[in-house]
């Protein structure tokens, strides 16, 4: 008896420590911090407060404002992303959402999964309006990477709650019961008041045991002359505990939602990884689409000045009489067609502008200041004489599988479908539970005084007599049982762990799959960039060839041997030359982000530190006026 007791102690000490660590684990991982005034009674049963959403920008882009122009470095701009960015912003909720799916297991509920889809950049004003520089769209390309959310279907055998849980209950009920016989009860019509009261606790382990308390207490009085006692109380205290034997035990089947979790808190990582760099290469490209896009407008520019001062020229001319009139019109067109060119040059720049600032701006161009301002960018577009894709195609596809987040989110896809894979497996075993419980009874009265018959005093007492019977194990109740369960066919379980099985199968074959298209991505992205640079080569040297023949037929010109005609074409020629070049320049810069992005090398270029991004401050101070 004594030995029972201290067991039962013991039990009820564990269940209570259980509950403690349980509170704790939610405490601990859950997102957002409660209010110190809350008391630990009601904290798990109270809302938590999640911080409102971030509206205003940083300080960072009032500082490059001056004046209505905003002086903008590549630096700056990468900044302004990791700061203010939006699809940044909504990323940086996935790892929270990942801790509260974490908290979901830890407590043995279904996980609700993880979103792994990024949202692609903006698309460069090039694909507004024909020509200008570069080409191509703001967006790039991510491999392989996931575009859907996924959500984690759990097969297999049924995980256990393991939050403890509580119940108590109270039941007052009065019964009028007229009787057939009244032999037994010694009356015609049995009324019976009752109080009911039962409480207890249950928790259920990791290693699919499931253990219960339960305190049960009822107090009836009746009419009856023949109960022995009247009113009398009922207690008893039942300890059982249930192991799952086959299908549901062990550690490694009932803990998997819980080690999906916990991958899952790596996959919103990289996937708020993958989002900074698809988001940044989206603005580095528009920034150096900005810049091709100033250039242009200057080569633009030149060109209307050019045509001008041949107008002018002519003008004169044909005011002394050297020339036919008829010149002057061929003049004043070509001024009029290089005009309309650098209206859409210029008006394809402000396009450029509005789009860099609403990339940069969590409120867009809401705001007037910001709406209105120009947007100066401060750095050149330079080609290096040796560029990294040099290295070998082998280093670089080496570095790709170490660095970029894809091939980490695709390995942990394969484990966790390895992990569910054990659910699956263990659910083709039958059903086997053993189970014991030991309950202890008590019973105690007061004397019906229209009884005759003898009562044992031992029953006598009220409800403290009742208690000391269950404590001394007066009236002890054991059971000890199994319960098997043996599917015939066993259709639904093999199907699963097949389905599972042909799922794993399909995930390491797509796997193989991504790490040749990134071996092939790779391979594109040095040959786009050596063709970027003989392309830009190529246009350099027809750009000079050009000037030298606009210099030479303008002195052919002024001696008489050439024509308006020739001179303006040869003008058209190194204007078209000049816009060669500056696409080229443009396309350079592209083909390069494009490699930085292919290699898993983008962070590390830009000098990016993905801690700065999960806080959304950067610590590099605003770029100097030059």
């Known amino acids: 008896m004594k030995t029972l007791r201290e067991s ?263 996937t708020f990884k993958l989002q900074v760099i698809t988001t940044v290469s989206s603005v580095i490209n528009l920034y150096w689409d900005l810049v091709s896009f100033n250039e242009d407008v200057k080569v633009k520019q030149k060109a209307v000045d050019v045509a001008a001062k041949l107008y002018t020229d002519q003008k004169k001319q044909v005011e002394i009489g050297t020339i036919a009139p008829i010149e002057v019109v061929r003049a004043e067109a070509e001024v009029a067609r290089t005009e309309q060119d650098l209206t859409v040059s210029q008006t394809q720049l402000l396009q450029q502008e509005a789009i860099i600032k609403n990339s940069l701006s969590r409120s867009g161009i809401a705001s007037p200041a910001v709406a209105d301002a120009r947007i100066i960018p401060t750095d050149q577009i330079r080609v290096p004489a040796a560029d990294i894709a040099m290295a070998p195609v082998s280093d670089l596809v080496a570095d790709a599988l170490a660095n970029r987040p894809e091939i980490a989110q695709t390995k942990l896809t394969i484990l966790n479908t390895k992990i569910g894979l054990a659910g699956s497996r263990n659910a083709l075993l039958p059903s086997l539970d053993v189970s014991a419980s030991t309950t202890n009874n008590g019973l105690a009265g007061t004397k019906n005084p229209l009884s005759p018959r003898f009562v044992d005093p031992f029953i006598i007492g009220g409800y403290g007599t009742a208690l000391e019977q269950l404590l001394r194990r007066n009236f002890p109740d054991y059971s000890v049982g199994f319960n098997l369960n043996i599917p015939i066919f066993n259709r639904a379980a093999r199907a699963d762990y097949a389905n599972d099985t042909l799922r794993l199968r399909q995930s390491e074959l797509q796997e193989v799959r991504q790490i040749n298209s990134i071996r092939l991505e790779i391979t594109n992205a040095v040959i786009a960039l050596q063709q970027a640079r003989a392309r830009h080569d190529a246009a350099v040297k027809s750009r000079r060839l050009q000037e030298q023949t606009l210099e030479a037929e303008q002195k052919k010109y002024a001696l008489g041997s050439s024509t308006t005609f020739l001179v303006i074409q040869a003008q058209r020629d190194l204007a078209t030359a000049q816009g060669v070049e500056v696409t080229a320049l443009a396309n350079y810069s592209r083909a390069r982000n494009q490699m930085d992005v292919a290699a898993g090398r983008l962070l590390e270029a830009n000098s990016i530190s993905i801690e700065e991004a999960v806080k959304g401050s950067v610590s590099r101070l605003p770029t100097t006026l030059p």
């Open 8 to 270: 039962l102690a013991v039990l009820c000490l564990a269940l209570t420590l259980t509950t403690s660590t349980s509170f704790a684990q939610e405490h601990t991982g859950f997102v957002s911090k409660l209010d110190d005034k809350t008391t630990w009674l009601t904290k798990n049963y109270r809302p938590r407060d999640i911080a409102p959403v971030k509206l205003g920008n940083s300080n960072r882009l009032e500082q490059l404002l001056r004046a209505g122009v905003i002086y903008l470095s590549l630096q700056d701009a990468i900044a302004l992303t990791l700061e203010n960015n939006i699809d940044i912003e909504i990323q940086r909720y996935g790892p929270e959402l990942a801790q509260t799916d974490l908290l979901r297991a830890q407590a043995g509920g279904q996980i609700r999964g993880v979103a792994t889809n990024v949202t692609q950049g903006s698309n460069s004003a090039i694909n507004l309006v024909t020509g200008g520089a570069g080409t191509g769209s703001g967006g790039t390309s991510t491999g392989n990477a996931s575009t859907t959310g996924t959500v984690f279907q759990v097969t297999g055998a049924a995980i256990p709650s393991l939050d403890p849980s509580f119940f108590t209950s109270y039941t007052h009920a009065k019964q009028s019961s007229p009787q057939t016989n009244s032999f037994v009860s010694g009356i015609s019509a049995l009324v019976l008041n009752s109080d009911q009261f039962n409480t207890g606790i249950q928790k259920q382990f990791l290693t699919g045991t499931t253990t219960s308390i339960t305190y049960g207490s009822t107090s009836t009085s009746s009419n009856s002359p023949n109960n022995d006692l009247n009113p009398f109380t009922r207690n008893n205290v039942q300890a059982q505990i249930t192991q799952r034997l086959l299908q549901g035990f062990g550690l490694a089947v009932n803990n998997r939602n819980i080690r999906v979790a916990k991958n899952n808190l790596k996959v919103a990582d990289l």
